[in-house]
Structure formats: C-alpha cells, structure tokens
C-alpha cells in the first residue's frame, strides 16, 4: 500500500514535471517572433553607415576651414574601410559602387595634397561630387545633406 502511494506521487510529479516542461517551450515559440520584431524597429547603423557620418563630419569641418582660408595637410579617415566595412542588412557593394569607389578615394585623399596646383576649393567640391555620384544610384537619401557640403 505504501509503494502504491509513493507510485502515484512520483507519477503526478513526472506528469506536472511534463506539462510545465511543454508549457514553457510553447511559451518560448510564441515569443519568438516578437522578439524578432523589436529587433527590426530598432536603428542600428551598419558600420559602413557609421563611416559615411565619419566622412560626412570631417568635410563640414574641411569645409569650415577652407572657407576660412586655411589648408588641411592630414587627412585622419582611413578610407580603405570603404572596402571592408559592412553594409546595412548585408548588403554588398555593386558594380556600380565599385566604378566610384576609387575615383572618390583619389579625389578626397588629394584634398589633403599640399603640392597640387588645382585650387582647394576645386578639389574639395571634386570629392563632394564624387560622394554625389555614388549616391546617385546606390543611397540617395543623404543627398540634400551631401550637396549642402559644396562650396560655392
Ligand atoms: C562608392 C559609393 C559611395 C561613396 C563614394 C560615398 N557614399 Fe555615402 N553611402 C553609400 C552607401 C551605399 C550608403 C549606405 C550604407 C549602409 O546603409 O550601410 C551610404 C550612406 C551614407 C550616409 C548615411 C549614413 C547613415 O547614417 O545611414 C551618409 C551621411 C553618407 N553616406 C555621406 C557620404 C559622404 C559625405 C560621402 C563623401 C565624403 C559619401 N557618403 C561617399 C555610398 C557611398
């Protein structure tokens, strides 16, 4: 009689054991997609994009200072990043982002060229416009940003 008892109650113990066991993986597949969802609605600048704010921030201050007569001889952005940084949701570079690319390279780094005989301001409006190319066709959301970089 005793074994009897003590066999119902490991039984009803494994059975609970069993639903809780079953009601948390349940739980664990309904919540999945709403964590998927928060993840998506949250801005996370890809590292390329946090490149591009780089760039964008030393051409307003390269801007500022050519306008005030002055010449930039370092130029602290490594632009190769242009080649490995990772995009926004995977995406890759085009053929069309690989036709600018160098182009823009040589034409920011020259701004920095303290013995070139084009005048800086031509050269600075040279790289802007080659941002501007690129942006054309493969991100052309920051565009008004990027013309408001031109010096006129
Ligand atoms: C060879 C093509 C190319 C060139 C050159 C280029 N960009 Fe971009 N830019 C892109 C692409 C593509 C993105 C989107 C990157 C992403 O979402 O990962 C982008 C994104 C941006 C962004 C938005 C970043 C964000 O917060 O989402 C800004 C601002 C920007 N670029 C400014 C510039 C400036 C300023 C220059 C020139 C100094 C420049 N870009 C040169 C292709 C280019």
Request: hydrophobic share 40%; net charge neutral.
């Amino acid at each position: 009689m005793e074994s009897y008892l003590n066999n119902r109650v490991l039984i009803v113990f494994f059975c609970s054991f069993f639903v809780l066991f079953s009601c948390k993986n349940e739980q664990k597949i309904a919540e999945e997609p709403t964590k998927k969802n928060v993840e998506y609605d949250m801005y996370q600048p890809s590292e390329m994009a946090g490149f591009m704010n780089a760039m964008y921030a030393y051409n307003v201050q390269l801007k500022q200072q050519i306008i005030a007569g002055e010449t930039s001889v370092n130029m602290p952005l490594d632009l190769m990043k242009l080649h490995s940084a990772e995009m926004s949701n995977g995406k890759g570079r085009t053929a069309v982002w690989n036709s600018f690319v160098n182009v823009f390279i040589e034409s920011q780094q020259s701004v920095a060229d303290t013995i070139s005989n084009v005048e800086l301001k031509d050269r600075f409006n040279a790289a802007i416009n080659n941002c501007l190319a690129c942006h054309k066709t493969e991100c052309v959301g920051p565009i008004p940003k990027i013309k408001k970089l031109l010096i006129q």
